[in-house]
């Protein structure tokens, strides 16, 4: 089946910090990835996306490559700031055997202390 | 815009009990979805609506989940005789299309406890 696993968290860091997160898929076909963000007391909204090897989803100073070697798509920012405070979750579809229905990770709570 | 939308935004119920959850998608979405976010379990699929076609039903957890989507639009969520497992935040999404690259826009979700 499909799978999605991304480090727990919570993490906490500094604003200026360097932020990573990890995520790893296990997919039965050629899956598009995605990260998803739920900032306190709001919905989920849709950070960034790759559907193909190689690809690079970036938005909000946030980047991802999907790297089908490694079956991963690791978060990063460069420097978080206070307002980057959030639960983060990988997630995959695999069209067209599972339709566009989202397979999520378990979410990452990040914390950015000023 | 208008995003989607859901309602009621919050539900406390009786063990035993039917619950209907609403959602209203965006404008022109042909796709529409419901995902059930819980403590224990995470974020899990339940169902999901494309057009005219029947509906992937393969998430719901018992068959005391149902859901419908009438003219292609709104949907309900249903849950009958309610447990007090089935206490989590109830989210709709609605895309474009199901190519499977297409992005979900998600509601605020409903926050169903069940006493």
């Known amino acids: 089946g499909n799978s999605v696993t991304q480090m727990e968290g919570p993490v906490t860091l500094s604003e200026e910090a360097f932020l990573t997160i990890n995520c790893t898929y296990t997919?039965?076909?050629?899956?598009?990835l995605f990260w998803y963000v739920q900032y306190p007391g709001e919905g989920l909204q849709l950070l960034l996306k790759?559907?193909?090897?190689?690809d690079k989803g970036s938005n909000k100073g946030f980047e991802a490559t999907y790297r089908k070697e490694t079956t991963s798509f690791h978060l990063e920012k460069g420097s978080v700031q206070v307002s980057d405070s959030a639960v983060y979750f990988c997630?995959?579809?695999?069209?067209?055997?599972?339709?566009?229905?989202?397979?999520f990770g378990g979410g990452t709570r990040v914390l950015v202390k000023p | 815009g208008a995003g989607v939308s859901q309602s009621p935004s919050n539900k406390v119920t009786e063990k035993g009990k039917d619950v209907e959850l609403r959602c209203d998608p965006i404008?022109?979405?042909?796709?529409l979805y419901w995902y059930r976010q819980s403590l224990g379990q995470g974020l899990e699929f339940l169902i999901y609506?494309?057009?005219?076609?029947?509906?992937?039903k393969s998430g719901l957890p018992s068959d005391r989940f149902s859901a419908e989507r009438t003219g292609g639009s709104v949907s309900t969520l249903t849950i009958q005789r309610t447990q007090q497992e089935d206490s989590a935040v109830y989210l709709c999404?609605?895309?474009?299309?199901?190519?499977?690259?297409?992005?979900?826009?998600f509601g605020p979700g409903t926050r169903l406890l069940v006493l």
């Open positions: 609506f494309q057009g005219n076609s029947a509906p992937d």
């Open positions: 999404a609605s895309s474009l299309g199901t190519s499977g690259r297409e992005t979900q826009y």
């Open positions: 404008s022109g979405h042909t796709a």
């Open positions: 997630a995959l579809s695999v069209p067209p055997t599972a339709g566009n229905k989202l397979t």
């Open positions: 997919a039965t076909g050629y899956p598009s």
């Open positions: 790759a559907t193909k090897a190689d």
